[in-house]
């Protein structure tokens, strides 16, 4: 059974200040995801170190933007327990935001996998696993954030989809 607060199987991404990377991933599944699917899931992202209530940055919207992705609506929030627990599927951007879930909740660990390692078959000791934050970056660098996440998204949409079968 589906962990969402209404029986949704619910998906969050993580990753600092919940203003470029995870709102990213968030946008780049919902656009990307079966509209078959889209009433079976929540997509949500929250930040380890997160305000509440902030934008999406500016160089971060119209990174998505260019792609056509809409971030405008985004408003960040902080992780919580609460989050955490109510998420079939955690996905976190860099080796700290995936120890900081697993500190904050010891039962997240099953459910918890860095983007760049979800669904990645073997031992990839010399793979850099971390998704970088652009943040005081130029443009060009949240272009290439965004370029990544999205490769990454279409990479490991069918265990996407996996997930929401199994659970959903």
């Not at 600092?16 to 079966?34: F, Q, V, Y």
């Amino acid at each position: 059974m589906a962990l969402g607060p209404d029986g949704k199987v619910q998906i969050l991404f993580v990753c600092t200040g919940n203003l470029c990377r995870s709102p990213m991933g968030e946008g780049l599944l919902k656009a990307k995801l079966d509209p078959a699917y889209q009433d079976r899931v929540r997509i949500i992202s929250a930040g380890t170190h997160a305000a509440e209530g902030m934008l999406a940055t500016l160089r971060g919207q119209y990174a998505a933007a260019k792609f056509g992705i809409d971030l405008s609506r985004h408003r960040s929030q902080p992780l919580t327990p609460w989050l955490i627990s109510h998420s079939d599927l955690i996905i976190a951007m860099d080796e700290d935001h995936y120890e900081f879930i697993n500190h904050m909740s010891s039962t997240a660990g099953p459910r918890t996998f860095l983007l760049k390692e979800f669904a990645l078959q073997g031992h990839h000791p010399d793979l850099d696993l971390d998704v970088h934050d652009p943040i005081s970056c130029d443009e060009e660098v949240y272009i290439e954030i965004y370029r990544e996440i999205d490769q990454e998204i279409a990479r490991v949409l069918p265990s996407i989809i996996k997930v929401i079968e199994i659970v959903g």
